[in-house]
């Protein structure tokens, strides 16, 4: 079975039987896609059709609620949809013109979801070893008057890192751990910034591993 052009981020609904992938397409076309399978294979569905998304990434499924996330690199954006593919919408805005995507510290990869907590964690890149990256979150729930480009509720936890790729949480630990495909690395730290530290200053990252070459996956 063909997966499309440029599979990238996979999520599993193991219950119903079904795995989910983001496909990039062909970033300079903004053809990006949402594909489903079952466990073995087969049956693939298109769930976001070509064109819904630019370049999709990370991908995360809330069970509960019957929805997907995923960040949108070339389109700069954190989107969402129901599971079916329906009722997409646009949570975060971080650039729109092609100047705008020049700028790759605008550029969302990774994705992680805290639902107790009402908040969706992000990446944004920048350019390789550009120390520019970052790690951001926001609520679920758009404030009321506001939209994805002029939210006031979007939280830097981190910034000035290498290149950030994917995400993952560890709520009960409250941690955040992360891959860094600038310097070659599996990270993490607290979600919470120190007491008297900044996003741009704060010193509490901890390098788990070394030297993985292009690291981007990480659970």
């Known amino acids: 079975e063909d997966p499309g052009p440029g599979p990238d981020g996979i999520a599993l609904d193991i219950a119903k039987g079904h795995i989910y992938w983001t496909g990039m397409g062909v970033p300079a076309q903004d053809d990006g896609f949402i594909r489903r399978s079952d466990l073995d294979g087969s049956n693939i569905v298109t769930i976001v059709p070509a064109g819904g998304t630019y370049t999709p990434k990370q991908l995360r499924i809330d069970k509960q609620n019957g929805k997907l996330y995923w960040s949108d690199r070339e389109g700069m954006r954190v ?32 994705i992680a979801l805290d639902l107790a907590g009402g908040f969706v964690y992000w990446s944004q890149k920048g350019s390789d070893n550009g120390m520019v990256g970052s790690l951001r979150r926001t609520h679920l729930t758009m404030p009321q008057g506001q939209n994805s480009t002029n939210r006031t509720d979007i939280e830097i936890l981190y910034s000035g890192l290498p290149e950030p790729i994917d995400i993952d949480l560890d709520l009960e630990n409250e941690l955040i751990y992360w891959t860094d495909r600038g310097d070659d690395t599996i990270n993490r730290a607290p979600i919470a910034i120190p007491n008297g530290a900044t996003a741009a200053n704060r010193m509490d990252r901890e390098i788990l591993i070394e030297g993985v070459r292009e690291a981007i996956g990480v659970t």
């Open 79 to 110: 989107m969402r949809s129901n599971i079916d593919g329906s009722m997409i919408e646009t949570l975060v805005t971080t650039g729109s013109s092609a100047t705008d995507r020049m700028d790759n510290s605008r550029w969302c990869v990774g």
